[in-house]
């Protein structure tokens, strides 16, 4: 029999992905759990597994660097004698979601792996929706594993949502597309290489890029940000990286100054009057939670865009573990191999432009985190230390901060407290 395996509903508003590698060509014989594919979705590159053992009797038609839609059939499987009729085939995806499903969350404790949801209600018990037929539901109040699903490969659609909830379904109106028609019938799209001016080039906005886009455009639209300036006198601080960061070659990472940011900003944020900061506004509820955790997260710039990983737990971290674990989260973002897991859960963000150039900017919020602290360029600049003028190290520092959620003078008085943490390196230890 012929097995269909469609790209799954993987949640969190992700209705496509964009091909990386294909693993596997029409008429390859395949084994249980072989990668099939590699999909980049959500800044994370996923290997997707294969649900049976057997022989590629259809594959999807996208190449490498072109988009695939969740619902899309992947690839069929069946025995070598077979051949695939459209919409005769089994459909596998629900029970292959739920498999690996399982192994995620025995694996992590509800953690994302791959390119499945982090827990078992965000695929409904095996029910095969898209996204917005998801959200539907929920609004409706549909369970969905209570709708019979009459799209392709017994899909729920949102006729069926409809159908359930005894809503009438009114005809969209048509959509204006500005395509002409040939002789075939085919639609021809029509894309201009020039306006009134001159000659354009169009770039596709995908992948990192687009969830990039998305996300920026989420973030201004949800807060209210505030950014504040100030710079930290980190010549101490230099001082004992230099020192140390041979020690840490030694153990094959590199020492920057990031770990300790990382840890003056943990030390921080741990302070009762600071708490207010590692939060995040539940609009529904109308309530600030304030995370009893700390997950920092940090940006990073790949050739395809910009990633930020996250190190879990950092505050139970020394300098030293959490400057080898940075190094790993970044070289699996440029090359990338990072999961989905591995950028979620953060609850303060941490962007260094410096590195690259600059002082003071604005970094936009990681929402639906409450606050972001932006690194600039190091530079030495003269200035008044008891009484005399001597040069030292500065490090600009650029605070943004959901002004929804936290005030000026507390947005203030939380700088102050990083920057005299960077000012005493004797405060963060490098190893416990």
């Known amino acids: ?97 739920e498999k690996v499903l399982k192994k995620a969350e025995k694996k992590d404790a509800g953690a994302v792996v791959g390119f499945l949801p982090g827990s078992m209600s965000d695929i409904d018990k095996g029910v095969f929706a898209m996204p917005a037929v998801r959200r539907l539901a929920a609004e409706l109040k549909v369970s969905l594993s209570s709708v019979k699903g009459t799209g392709p490969g017994g899909r729920v659609t949102e006729e069926d949502v409809k159908s359930a909830a005894g809503v009438s379904s009114a005809p969209a109106a048509a959509a204006v597309k500005s395509e002409l028609q040939s002789s075939s019938g085919q639609q021809i799209k029509v894309t201009k290489k020039y306006d009134m001016w001159g000659y354009v080039q169009r770039l596709p906005l995908k992948g990192i890029r687009k969830v990039t886009a998305d996300r920026m455009s989420l973030s201004a639209s949800k807060t209210a940000a505030v950014t504040n300036f100030d710079e930290a006198d980190i010549t101490e601080l230099a001082a004992v990286r230099d020192r140390e960061k041979k020690s840490a070659e030694k153990k094959g990472f590199k020492l920057t100054f990031v770990p300790f940011i990382i840890k003056a900003v943990v030390n921080s944020l741990k302070k009762p009057e600071h708490s207010i900061v590692n939060s995040s506004l539940d609009e529904t509820a109308q309530e600030i939670v304030v995370k009893e955790y700390y997950n920092i997260g ?110 000026g003078a507390q947005a203030a008085a939380f700088l102050n407290t990083v920057i005299s943490y960077l000012e005493n390196p004797a405060l963060l230890p490098v190893e416990k």
């Open 1 to 97: 029999m012929a097995y269909e395996f469609r790209f799954p509903d993987v949640g969190q508003g992700i209705t496509e992905g964009e091909i990386v590698k294909w693993r596997v060509r029409v008429g390859d014989a395949v084994k249980e759990d072989q990668v099939l594919v590699e999909i980049e979705t959500d800044k994370a590159v996923v290997e997707v597994p294969s649900p049976r053992t057997g022989i590629i009797l259809f594959r999807h038609k996208s190449s490498e660097g072109q988009k695939i839609n969740v619902g899309d059939v992947i690839v069929v499987i069946g025995q070598k004698v077979e051949k695939y009729v459209p919409g005769k085939a089994t459909d596998v995806t629900a029970a292959t979601a």
């Open 298 to 407: 940090f940006a990073v710039a790949t050739d395809s865009g910009l990633v930020v990983p996250v190190v879990k737990g950092a505050n139970a971290k020394a300098i030293m573990a959490v400057a080898k674990e940075i190094q790993g989260l970044a070289e699996k973002a440029r090359s990338r191999k990072l999961d989905v897991a591995d950028m979620q859960g953060g609850t303060f963000t941490i962007s260094n432009l410096g590195s690259i150039g600059g002082t003071f900017f604005t970094p936009i919020i990681n929402y639906p985190e409450a606050a972001i602290l932006g690194i600039g360029k190091i530079v030495e600049k003269p200035v008044v230390k008891d009484g005399k003028i001597v040069v030292r190290k500065i490090m600009p520092l650029s605070f943004t901060y959901d002004h929804r959620i936290i005030d």
